[in-house]
């Protein structure tokens, strides 16, 4: 199963993780799908569709830290790692990323 | 041996810990205890597996008992060695080479999923859902999926589905009944169900009878007794439970179903006792948690030797379905039975709301309430206690018009059930609040788990710490100045000053282990600034994207730019300013703001510095926790009635403490009569002209709450009005809670104390406030200059597009 999906899965280098603040997010658009990607300040990636599911927040934007987002339009908030809203309303898709020699590389299945 | 009588169970399952647990608190001395479980763990709530599921909780926070308890307790555990055998004339259990001799042996060995006739059924990728392992399992091999079936319509099967939907699978629901939770609800509220099920994101097929399983080794779809099928990667078993009763039966007790137990639950072997999903009462089975709490309770007593009531009579079985966003709680019957039956429904289509009431004899014999359940601690006491019901049906769906408790909890026997969760009862909580001191919910919580889980039963507790405490404790917590710190606001003011923090990220490493908590980063950089001011080491990312921008985030993510204008007074060259920007950037909506300023709705992020530049004007701070705009009437300068010049005042009002930031935000205005056209009386702080001077209002609201504000103070001159106010915000400052409003001080302080604070000054603290307002007011800056010097490169940065290389 795994030697099948991971034929599947398509790597996409996003730049530098420089270009991300320090505990922050920035939005990227990948193949026209906008996707947060997150630099905690402990250096953690996490990276989710940049789309709050209760009504289209753009997480990006939102304040991270401990491994969760709080989303900016109304303060649901959710676990990076999961993408479960921490109240169990919802959940965001996330994806797998890395930083590799600096550069962010984002995984979609 | 220790001369004790020796406790053997197998199963360390919810039933058999609880027993144990119950059996300890009657009596710790009388028994040495050994458990086997088949399960390599302590032992956890089996309730919340598709918590662990939808990943809401960790593995780990539904153990109800950690290993250490049962080392606490000296407990023999065999934690992953299921007993094997029961050789009832030697009195020993044997599993995995170990022998444990009993005196008294009790089955609580549980159930497991009940896996129906389908053909071709043993394929990669069908799963039951009954464990923590096949909830790991599930959630690792739904991963590479992304269609999931679930077989079985009923509770488990619906949070299964919810589980499998949150892991961004297409879910598909397949019933053979006509509706959802046929056991729980009748046909209209399954179709209600089932609506809200469709609208989360659900698939329902109902009437279906799944009868092959398709694809080779690995599973591709299902075929139903119609001839149709259903492509699906992967399909969750919840059809049911059965008894794992195998052990018993080998070994020679009765078993029907389950292992036969009478009403003290002993099986045919007076010295077994079977309790939970494994154990036949009466004829019937249980797979709810409460009943498996009542024979608990039942069988420790009788091994304790003080059995009360009788023994065990069978339970009235509570469903409550734990899919968020639906909320349902059904109890006995759903249909009635008997002609004299009364029936009380209501149904509110368009809200998914479904309410109804099976009455016999005054009684309640079943309850339904679907989309809205306040009622439904009060119904389920009604119904456990088996009590006379009111005369006003419709109280017990909607709660009365005035708010008044239909049951009190005076009327509650001690043995009453109130939180249903953790079986926890009247004479528990009243313990714990006379002799455990607990003041507060969360304390019962601690002490006794009631209220920790589904909550349903809070309201509940915060009756029962009236009647026995007399009042209900604050948390300590609503004292600190951020839940995640211990602290309150002075202390922790005093170890920020003591340890010198001058960042949210230091402050999170300094005193809290270096944990960050996202939902107080901006109230601990407001908390920072005011202490610290030009000192504060600003770091962006503890700011709420309105203050990170300077600019309001809307609902579709845009933000609304409001320039500063001051006292509301503006010119022909600013308008057309205002307007050639508006045009220039495509802006699509100009909006005259509640406080008598222009907003340009609808800016990208991208666009805001350009936006400033080309408008050429401060900032209106129209986004953040800080003086906003002060609101004007045309006062002695045009009106007829004006008695003072509130355009002059409330300039200068704006100028002076324009953008100084405060707990909240601060709504303004100076009116130039009574007549009080610009509201000052329903502002955070307002200037009223009266003959020969002004009135100064603080601690009004038109928002959330309406308030009417109240006067601190009449003074003669503009100049006055300007000390008091800004003796006022800087006391705001200093005092206010993170996102208390000014009338939440002013209501909490009292405006008597104010006066005697800020203008009788009886402290001496006037003049530091004074200088404190001033020393905030020349370390101000305007935000929109970043739009020449961003603080970091992305900080007006849009969407990077990627491009995938195909």
């Known amino acids: 199963m795994e030697m099948k999906h991971a034929s599947l899965e398509i790597v996409v280098p996003l730049g530098p993780v420089d270009a991300i603040p320090l505990g922050q997010g920035c939005t990227y658009v990948v193949d026209g799908c906008p996707i947060a990607v997150f630099r905690q300040r402990d250096g953690q990636l996490f990276a989710t569709k940049n789309a709050c599911p209760h009504r289209g927040g753009p997480l990006a934007d939102g304040i991270i830290g401990g491994g969760k987002v709080i989303c900016p339009l109304h303060g649901r908030q959710f676990d990076l790692k999961t993408g479960a809203s921490v109240d169990g309303d919802y959940a965001v898709q996330t994806y797998p990323v890395r930083v590799e020699g600096g550069e962010i590389i984002l995984t979609l299945a | ?175 053979m009944m006509p509706w959802l939770m ?51 990667d992967m399909v969750v078993m919840s059809c049911g439970i059965r008894p794992n009763a195998e052990l018993a039966e080998r070994f020679g007790l009765a078993v029907d179903r389950g292992i036969v137990v009478n009403d003290r639950m002993q099986t045919s072997d007076p010295d077994i006792y079977a309790v939970g999903e494994c154990a036949q009462h009466r004829g019937k089975l249980y797979g709810l948690v409460a009943p498996l709490y009542d024979q608990a309770r039942v069988l420790a007593e009788h091994l304790t030797g003080v059995l009360s009531n009788g023994g065990y009579q069978g339970s009235r079985s509570i469903t409550k379905l734990k899919v968020m966003g639906i909320q349902l709680v059904s109890m006995g019957d759903t249909i009635p039975s008997d002609p004299q039956d009364e029936v009380v429904s209501y149904v509110e289509p368009s809200r998914g709301v479904y309410k109804k009431m099976i009455i016999r004899n005054n009684r309640l014999a079943g309850a339904t309430l679907l989309g809205e359940t306040d009622t439904a601690g009060v119904l ?105 710190l211990p602290m309150t606001r002075p202390e922790l003011v005093a170890a920020i000053k ?143 009635f004006g008695l003072g010049d509130s355009i002059a005042l409330g300039i200068k009002i704006e100028k002076r403490f324009h953008g100084i930031e405060t707990p909240h935000k601060m709504k303004l205005a100076a009116v130039g009569c009574p007549r009080n056209c610009a509201e000052s009386t329903v502002k955070d702080l307002g200037a009223v002209a009266i003959e020969g001077g002004w009135q100064v209002y603080v601690g009004g609201g038109a928002g959330t709450r309406v308030r009417a504000a109240d006067l601190l103070c009449t003074v003669k001159t503009h100049e006055e009005v300007l000390t008091y106010m800004g003796r006022f915000i800087q006391y705001y400052r200093e005092h206010g809670k993170y996102m208390e409003r000014a009338y939440g001080l002013v209501e909490r302080v009292g405006i008597d104390e104010l006066r005697e604070l800020l203008v009788k000054d009886v402290e001496g603290i006037g003049a530091r406030l004074d200088a404190e307002i001033e020393r905030a007011v020349e370390a101000r800056t305007d935000p929109w200059a970043e739009a020449d010097a961003p603080v970091y490169p992305a900080q007006f940065g849009g969407p990077v597009l990627v491009e995938l290389k195909r």
Not at chain 2, 574 to 594: C, F, S
Not at chain 2, 599 to 627: C, F, I
């Open chain 2, 380 to 484: 389920t006491q009604m119904f456990l206690l088996n009590a006379e019901l009111p005369d006003r049906r419709a109280d017990l769906l909607f709660g009365t018009s005035t708010g008044a408790p239909i049951l009190s909890v005076f009327d509650l026997p001690d043995h009453a059930q109130i939180c249903h969760c953790h079986g926890v009862t009247k004479g528990q909580i009243k313990e714990a609040i006379e002799f455990g001191k607990c003041r507060s919910v969360s304390q019962i919580g601690a002490s006794t788990r009631a209220g920790t889980s589904c909550g349903g039963c809070k309201k509940l507790l915060e009756q029962f710490l009236e009647v026995y405490a007399g009042e209900v404790a604050l948390d300590p917590a609503e004292h600190w100045y951020v839940p995640s």
């Open chain 2, 498 to 640: 003591a340890k010198g923090i001058k960042s949210v990220s230091a402050l999170f490493r300094e005193l809290n282990g270096g944990r960050e908590e996202p939902s107080h980063k901006a109230a601990l950089a407001s908390l920072l600034k005011t202490i610290w001011a030009g000192e504060y080491e600003d770091e962006r990312d503890a700011r709420f994207i309105n203050d990170r921008v300077h600019a309001n985030i809307q609902k579709d993510g845009t933000f609304s730019v409001v320039p500063r204008i001051y006292g509301g007074v503006t010119s022909p060259a600013e308008l057309r300013r205002i307007a050639d920007v508006a045009e220039r950037y495509q802006v699509p909506a100009i909006k005259l703001t509640g406080g008598q300023r222009i907003a340009l709705a609808g800016v990208r992020k991208e666009q805001l510095p350009h936006v400033w530049k080309d408008l050429g004007m401060a900032s209106g701070h129209a986004y953040t926790k800080a003086v906003r705009s002060c609101k004007t009437c045309v006062g002695s300068l045009f009106c007829r």
């Open chain 2, 182 to 232: 046929a056991q729980q609800l009748d046909a209209e509220g399954g179709a209600l169900l089932q609506r809200s099920m469709e609208q989360m994101g659900v698939q329902t097929l109902l009437g279906k009878t799944v009868t092959r399983a398709l694809g080779g080794k690995r599973l591709t779809g299902l075929e139903f007794q119609d001839g149709t099928t259903l492509d699906t």
């Open chain 2, 1 to 175: 041996m220790d001369g004790r009588t020796r406790l053997v169970v197998i199963g360390n399952g919810m039933a058999g810990t609880k027993v144990v647990q119950e059996i300890l608190s009657r009596d710790r001395e009388r028994f040495h205890v050994v458990m086997f479980g088949s399960e390599p763990y302590g032992n956890y709530d089996r309730t919340l597996l598709s918590d662990v599921l939808t990943g809401s909780k960790d593995a780990k926070q539904i153990f109800l008992n950690s290993l250490d308890w049962y080392r606490d307790h000296n407990i023999t555990l065999h934690a992953g060695m299921p007993a094997t055998a029961i050789d009832r004339d030697n009195k020993i259990v044997r599993g995995g080479g170990i022998e444990e001799s009993y005196d008294t042996l009790i089955i609580a060995t549980g159930s497991r999923a009940l896996v129906p006739p389908v053909k071709a059924l043993e394929k990669i990728g069908v799963f039951v859902f009954r464990t923590l392992d096949d909830c790991q399992t599930i959630e690792a091999y739904a991963r590479g999926c992304r269609r999931a079936a679930v077989m079985g319509g009923g509770l488990l099967g619906l949070e299964a589905a919810r589980g499998l939907l949150s892991l961004g699978l297409q879910v598909t629901v397949v019933e």
